[in-house]
């Protein structure tokens, strides 16, 4: 039986509780006995599990308030949709760690980006791994999950590939879609992120999460269209850049040109699961890409 840091109920502090990952973890982390703090801006209008809180991760002073008594949080913050994301993310993190520590956390929980460390990291997932260092940077332990694509109803990332494969008839689509990935299912993250909730084996560890397939972004529009029962040809065309990447997937989805240009920058790099660790912490077998794509279309209907 792996330790725990306590016997006692857990104070969880939930960071974008109201978010795609968030709202699906917070009444997990009810359900499991822990007292929950959903910390939003905007707290009169959330309806979430867990006591909703205020807090800012730009306003040292809310987060102080949130964080008193807290002995877990977990960080689920970022702004890839904006031009200075990684300022941006990087001066959060160093705030919410360093308030953390002089409010005695016991555990940060962050939900990262996979990638090799000697890999040419693109600026999305560069800020990933400097928000695991300044979370930790004023002493409180972190444990950092590295996910790839989370497939889930309401994630960016699946739904870029949904409206794909939904509303065009054929695709001329650019070299990315080679690039080896390894989705997963938002059940099996909002699993592992509760699981390591309090484990002392899990202190100031990272760890890689993803399903049990490792599949190219071609494969995974391919199966998207197989589960639903479509036909969809696909042309690779090499000469198609980043930046008219953006603004053919803004011309055709919902995603705006600038959350687009910073998601597609990450696709060129191989981001598949090399240690598998996390299953000594939290048994279990991930779901399969088609049965998470199923469960993620079921959702949206």
Do not use: C
Not at 8 to 18: I, K, N, P, R, W
Not at 100 to 106: D, K
Not at 112 to 124: F, I, K, N, V, Y
């Amino acid at each position: 039986m792996l330790g725990r840091m306590t016997d006692d109920d857990t104070t969880v502090l939930l960071t974008g509780a109201s978010g795609f990952v968030g709202r699906r973890l917070a009444p997990v982390l009810v359900e499991a006995g822990h007292e929950v703090r959903a910390m939003t801006r905007r707290p009169e209008e959330y309806a979430g599990a867990g006591e909703a809180v205020f807090g800012d991760v730009a306003d040292s002073d809310s987060l102080a308030a949130a964080l008193t008594g807290v002995d877990v949080a977990i960080y689920l913050v970022h702004s890839l949709d904006r031009p200075d994301f990684e300022k941006r993310d990087a001066d959060a993190a160093r705030t919410f760690g360093a308030v953390a520590a002089a409010s005695g956390v016991r555990q940060i929980v962050y939900l990262g980006g996979l990638g090799a460390e000697d890999a040419d990291l693109s600026a999305h997932l560069r800020s990933r791994r400097e928000v695991e260092q300044l979370l930790g940077e004023a002493g409180v332990p972190v444990t950092v999950l590295r996910a790839a694509i989370v497939v889930g109803d309401g994630g960016i990332s699946w739904e870029l590939t949904r409206q794909l494969v939904k509303r065009l008839p054929a695709m001329v689509v650019p070299k990315w879609v080679s690039t080896r990935t390894q989705p997963i299912a938002i059940d099996d993250v909002v699993r592992y992120l509760a699981g390591v909730i309090g484990q002392e084996s899990a202190l100031g560890r990272i760890f890689e999460i993803g399903g049990p397939d490792q599949l190219t972004y071609l494969e995974m529009l391919q199966v998207v269209a197989r589960v639903q029962g479509r036909p969809l040809p696909i042309l690779p065309v090499p000469l198609l850049t980043p930046r008219l990447s953006s603004y053919w997937l803004a011309l055709v989805t919902d995603v705006d040109v600038t959350t687009g240009r910073n998601l597609i920058d990450s696709m060129g790099t191989e981001v598949v699961v090399t240690d598998h660790s996390i299953r000594d912490v939290v048994p279990g077998e991930p779901l399969t890409y088609a049965e998470a794509v199923r469960r993620a279309l079921a959702d949206g209907e």
